[in-house]
């Protein structure tokens, strides 16, 4: 049986409501990806070994953070439900846990990325190459933990419908990867 419709809010609110709520999320993912976009264009500059490098570097990092991510998009679940029922404990607890996790995820994450070098020759990549790849991969290291750190308070507060401070950092960091 369907809801009476003076219940049911309009689609054109419910839309709206959507939109308000997406549009910041998508402008934070399309600005995490130009991220890597900006570094092959900074560096396409260079070189086609250079660039060859950073794109092979850039594979290899998204080929480990992909997981990451992936795990950490429990949280998205875990903190909406328990702050929509106002279990704000648990809301704190799922945010720490989260942040923990995906810290200690950092550590195979940053120790792959080190060992790039090694890998890329395992799998019979060009020796210079994989150098200059798994130099690249080292740079990355650094902004791991802090990435997975604003991944994981990135989710806190989408799930209290705040979600315009990702884009305004994913912005910042852009001018600042595109200076640095």
């Known amino acids: 049986m369907c809801a009476p419709a003076s219940v049911a809010p309009p689609r054109r609110t419910q839309l709206r409501a959507l939109l308000i709520l997406a549009l910041p999320i998508m402008a934070s993912s399309l600005l995490s990806f130009l991220m890597s976009l900006v570094d092959l264009w900074m560096v396409g500059h260079l070189g086609t070994h250079e660039l060859a490098a950073a794109g092979l570097g850039n594979t290899f990092f998204n080929t480990l953070q992909h997981p990451v991510v992936g795990a950490a998009t429990a949280l998205d679940t875990l903190l909406s439900q328990s702050y929509g029922a106002a279990k704000l ?13 995906l ?7 940053v120790t792959l990325l080190a060992l790039a070098e090694p890998i890329l020759r395992a799998i019979r990549t060009e020796a210079q190459l994989a150098a200059s790849a798994g130099l690249f991969c080292r740079n990355l290291i650094p902004g791991v933990p802090p990435f997975l750190a604003f991944l994981c308070l990135t989710k806190y507060l989408q799930a209290q419908n705040i979600t315009w401070p990702a884009v305004a950092v994913a912005l910042v960091a852009n001018f600042v990867n595109a200076a640095a």
């Open 89 to 101: 404990d648990a809301y704190g607890n799922w945010a720490q846990t989260g942040l923990v996790l």
């Open 103 to 109: 810290l200690l995820l950092s550590v195979p994450f």
